[in-house]
Nanobody, 118 residues
């Protein structure tokens, strides 16, 4: 079994920064893709950044130039650096991975609240 545990959310003023992290733990697994989604109140969950294994990161247009995905493969950990935050970035952020233990399937973190407000 694999678990994704994320951290790093909180309250920040507009223009501020936060960094989210997500760590995958378990036995004998292979990560095929990793990334971040978010869900604002009353809205559908949307992709923020996603990195297929061996490929470049894809970003939502709304966060390009402000958010940066990075990863530490040795630690099975990935990050989302969020700069120049706007009130419309307020949402629950979920880390996401496609993990292969036999058959690939999607895994989700527990979600962390990011609130951008003055």
């Amino acid at each position: 079994q694999v678990q994704l545990v994320e951290s790093g959310g909180g309250l920040v003023q507009p223009g501020g920064s936060l960094r989210l992290s997500c760590t995958a733990s378990g036995d004998s697994f292979e990560i095929n893709a990793m990334g971040w989604y978010r869900q604002a109140p009353g809205a559908q969950r949307e992709m923020v950044a996603i990195t297929p294994s061996g490929s470049n990161t894809l970003y939502a247009d709304s966060v390009k130039g402000r958010f940066t995905f990075s990863r530490d493969n040795a630690m099975n950990t990935w990050y989302l650096q969020m700069n120049s935050l706007k009130p419309e970035d307020t949402a629950v952020y979920y880390c996401y991975a496609v993990i292969r233990i036999g058959i690939p399937r999607a895994y989700w973190g527990q979600g962390t609240q990011v609130t951008v407000s003055s």
